[in-house]
DNA sequence: AAGTGGTCTAGACCACAAA
DNA sequence: TTGTGGTCTAGACCACTTG
């Protein structure tokens, strides 16, 4: 990435082996000696040739895996992944009235970027639903001005043609609970919310942010612990303004990107 | 985070022990019996209490640590998190036009939310400049129609109250490279090339992703590899619509997370 | 000086995927 | 069946922080 800032003192001493490792198949990745795809020498060998235990070259395998530079399958070898198919969910600044939520957006055509891997399906699944508990539960509380207990919550995973693609936790009034219901129906909650129960739903406010996988997010997206997520959360609300529901979205940073579109003349930068 | 699908089969056999492991202390903080600051155990202590050998009991507490559940400080202890303390970068809704960068944000006593620990300054400082190099510098080339032979390149970080905050990368035509020389003077880029070169600025499109620390960025911004950023990049113009610069930010999830206020009543959504 | 985390070894056995 | 990665041990020594 920075490139200019390779020669460290990485290479010195006091540099942690593994370190040292890493290092080096970074820099033989990046210089494209080694190309996506490519197949990595076995770790018995690996460790052989860097004169270290297999432990310790693990230990530097392990690190690229968590940068996304090389990805571990188990009982077939190591790979050097390929520059990330990111899908873009795009919206256009100011003309996001006429924009939908993430959801339908993925149905929408001209709202996705055209990837070697065009999007065709998008399916929501519930994976869990009940009374809301935990420290969300309060955020999620003050996001909608609904008392806790009156909270209700809903577990998804949306699937992007058959590949577990994004993790949605939904909290809402229990009054809405029939929603849970109407997911299979619709195909998404969006829309079981709009469609389903009749709101007419909008933006209140979106926000963006990134977290390390738990094991809950990493068992759902079948990614390890730790893969670095984009969180997109917000609250939705009726047309009259009041919020039906908070949502918090978590996706692999690598495979899609939001993109904001500032389509008429450019704005100006204050001072 | 996902609190009705914990009881697994983590718990049972098969199960790694220092999953078992990271698993139970997990869960010990997400229900306060371990408080945020609380200091653990030493790792001797609970690689005996849990019956495994130190390197066992440590796998576990570093997926902790990527998790953000814990902070482990050399030669003195490990700690559970306290929740994250995010200054909110705000954006309203569309009345973008009003609204400065994030550099800028980063002045705006109404662009930034009031935190435990409000933003008081904010610097950047130049790591490193010349020419663009590198996978990147072919994207840079295509979003702002500049042969990559011509492109410069500025490697920064803010430092947010005298903390090193995001890292950034920007690139442009070398033609203004002289902005380099500037930035001391105006403190942050963006006004570097505002005042230092009179363009008026304004954007084209922002974009937000997701991805795992590499060497550079985790020394930059003082975070173990592998720590989840966020990435928000985007192309700047003049005030003729013409690109002046790309611009790549990356930022600590736990430190900061971009907000878009629909501050009218709320749009529909499509579908 | 004492206590804590950071790194490393040599060897073993297990789990999974592909042939 | 073979080859690959996944987990674990027992012990050692090093590096950093604090008193």
Redesign the pocket.
């Known amino acids: 990435m920075n490139d200019r800032r390779s020669a460290h003192v990485r290479t010195g001493a006091?540099v942690?082996?593994?370190?040292?490792i890493a290092t080096a198949l970074w820099e033989q990745i990046q210089s494209g000696e080694l190309a996506p795809g490519a197949r990595?020498?076995?770790?018995?060998?690996l460790a052989a040739r860097f004169?270290?235990?297999?432990?310790?070259l693990?230990?530097a395998?392990?690190e690229l895996q968590r940068l996304g530079a090389v990805e571990?399958?188990?009982?077939?070898?190591?790979f050097v992944m390929s520059p990330p198919d990111l899908v873009e969910i795009v919206a256009s600044v100011p003309s996001l009235r006429q924009e939908s939520d993430a959801t339908a957006d993925a149905f929408d055509e001209q709202a996705l970027h055209r990837s070697a891997r065009p999007v065709r399906t998008v399916d929501e699944l519930i994976l869990g639903s009940g009374a809301a508990t935990g420290p969300l539960a309060d955020e999620a509380s003050a996001h909608l001005g609904v008392p806790a207990e009156r909270l209700h919550r809903l577990d998804t995973v949306m699937v992007r043609d058959g590949r577990r693609w994004i993790a949605n936790s939904y909290w809402f009034d229990e009054r809405w609970a029939a929603v849970d219901g109407l997911v299979a129906e619709h195909a998404l909650v969006v829309r079981a919310f709009a469609d389903g129960l009749g709101l007419q739903l909008g933006y209140l406010w979106r926000a963006f942010s990134a977290i390390g996988a738990d094991f809950d997010d990493a068992e759902t997206l079948g990614v390890p612990t730790g893969t670095a997520l984009l969180v997109r959360d917000g609250v939705s609300a009726d047309d009259t303004g009041r919020p039906v529901f908070y949502v918090r979205r978590r996706l692999r940073g690598d495979e899609a990107k939001f993109v904001l579109r500032y389509d008429t003349e450019p704005m100006r930068v204050e001072g």
């Open positions: 006091g942690p082996a593994y370190r040292r990595l020498p076995n770790e018995a060998e004169g270290v235990t297999r432990l310790t693990r230990q395998v392990i571990i399958r188990r009982g077939v070898g190591t």
